[in-house]
């Protein structure tokens, strides 16, 4: 029998913003789509277990994406995310204080 290997955990964001987005971009795609943008924020702040939390989380990425989504394309560009002080990353980076 072959034991499965544990995923591998996920990059801090505030230590790796490009290892976080590249672990997201299940799609490589480079860019990252609504559900794996809320899915990252859950497992990057544990919230699987609280339904309202993950509810909220969903809201709250609706909500905002039209601000980091500049191109329109429905989904976020590797330079959407990473633009220096009003990208994503830093966005997630600057309310994790709210997230924990």
């Not at 544990?46 to 969903?58: F, H, N, T």
């Not at 601000?67 to 220096?84: A, H, M, Q, V, W």
Request: charged letters at 30%; proline letters at 6%; aromatic letters at 8%.
């Amino acid at each position: 029998l072959k034991v499965p290997e544990a995923p591998a955990p996920v990059p801090d964001i505030g230590a790796d913003r490009t290892g976080w987005f590249k672990y997201f971009d299940e799609e490589r795609r480079q860019s990252l789509s609504r559900e794996a943008v809320v899915r990252g924020l859950i497992k990057t702040y544990g919230l699987g277990s609280d339904l309202s939390q993950v509810s909220a989380m969903r809201a709250l990425v609706e909500a905002t994406w039209p601000i980091f989504d500049t191109g329109g394309s429905g989904r976020i560009s590797r330079e959407e995310f990473l633009k220096p002080g009003d990208g994503l990353a830093d966005a997630i980076i600057a309310a994790r204080a709210t997230l924990r």
